[in-house]
């Protein structure tokens, strides 16, 4: 069973940095997407950013510049460095794996939400003002 489990949840000001990680439990794919989504208060849950197995990384123009994806230490695990937050990036953020067919993920650079099978529980980010 596949378990995404994220963690670095916290409240920081505006133009303060936060790190968030993501571990994925059980999970055996050696060819695939993670990413990681945000759902802002009244707002759909969009893309932030996604890198494959073979290490390429896309993001949302809003995380351009910002935001740096990465695989961590451990197998299916990834990391997302956020700086200069601003209050606009308040938001609960999601953990997200592919299942055994990545061609949906490949096609939208990993930034559709429908191309991920796996999810964690989300942790809430706050940038105070």
């Known amino acids: 069973q596949v378990q995404l489990v994220e963690s670095g949840e916290g409240s920081v000001q505006a133009g303060g940095s936060l790190r968030l990680s993501c571990v994925a439990s059980?999970?055996?794919?050696?060819?695939?997407?993670m990413g990681w989504f945000r759902q802002r208060p009244g707002k759909d849950r969009e893309a932030v950013a996604a890198i494959s197995s073979g290490g390429d990384r896309s993001y949302a123009d809003y995380a351009k510049g910002r935001f740096f994806i990465s695989k961590g230490n451990g197998p299916a695990t990834i990391d997302l460095q956020m700086n200069n937050l601003k209050p606009d990036d308040t938001a609960f953020y999601y953990c997200s794996a592919t299942g055994a067919n990545i061609r949906p993920a490949t096609l939208y650079a990993g930034l559709w939400r429908h191309a991920y099978d796996y999810w964690g529980q989300g942790i809430q980010v706050t940038v105070s003002s």
């Open positions: 059980g999970y055996t794919y050696t060819e695939y997407y």
